[in-house]
């Protein structure tokens, strides 16, 4: 009977803080990632899935005031594989959006979307960042004017970095998951 006793008590525990961690979060505003359409979902569970540097940065952003919009968007201009814009600022809150390209394979978008998150991670580490300027800024003083045929980009090379590392976790998580396919073909 104690045995049982300490199962019910344990399991109302784990409930009542998963509740309170659920409530906590709808109350701080949810979600931090939030993908506006099924492809951009679907990257952010891939990305999770396969990239422990994606989840890092997620983990990041989800335990920061900072909000990102995902989405795929064909208006993106054409030598950009993503880019990371202002939004707004709402009380301590700061709201970014990360556009993607449709033009690319699901891994590269994956690695493309870890490159926007990175920089979100560096608009997180300055509060001073709550407006366009301040975000342009900023990107004066840690980045380099980008490559791509953009007037106003800016690039960090911890973005780069990020985008390249997720890239070869995604590579080493499909040839893991190949060869588990193999050995499971091999052992039938």
Not at 12 to 18: E, G, I, K, T
Not at 28 to 49: E, K, N, W
């Given at each position: ?46 990305g999770l899935a396969r990239s422990q540097t994606f989840r890092s940065l ?87 004017p980008s490559t791509a045929a953009v007037s106003s980009g800016w690039e ?33």
């Amino acid at each position: 009977m104690r045995w049982l006793f300490s199962v019910v008590l344990c399991s109302a525990l784990l409930v009542s803080n998963v509740y309170a961690a659920a409530r906590d979060k709808a109350r701080d505003g949810g979600s931090r990632i939030r993908p506006q359409d099924a492809r951009s979902t679907q990257l952010v569970r891939d990305g999770l899935a396969r990239s422990q540097t994606f989840r890092s940065l997620v983990e990041r952003i989800e335990a920061s005031n900072v909000f990102v919009y995902v989405q795929i968007s064909p208006f993106i201009k054409s030598t950009l594989a993503g880019q990371l814009t202002w939004m707004t600022q709402a009380g301590p809150y700061r709201y970014l959006r990360a556009t993607l390209s449709p033009d690319q394979t699901v891994d590269q978008a994956i690695a493309s979307l870890a490159h926007e998150l990175q920089h979100a991670v560096e608009v997180m580490g300055d509060e001073q960042v709550v407006s366009e300027k301040t975000l342009i800024s900023l990107y004066r003083r840690i980045g380099q004017p980008s490559t791509a045929a953009v007037s106003s980009g800016w690039e960090t090379i911890a973005a780069q970095e990020t985008g390249y590392r997720v890239r070869r976790e995604l590579v080493e998580a499909t040839g893991a998951t190949m060869a588990a396919q193999m050995f499971e073909i091999d052992h039938m």
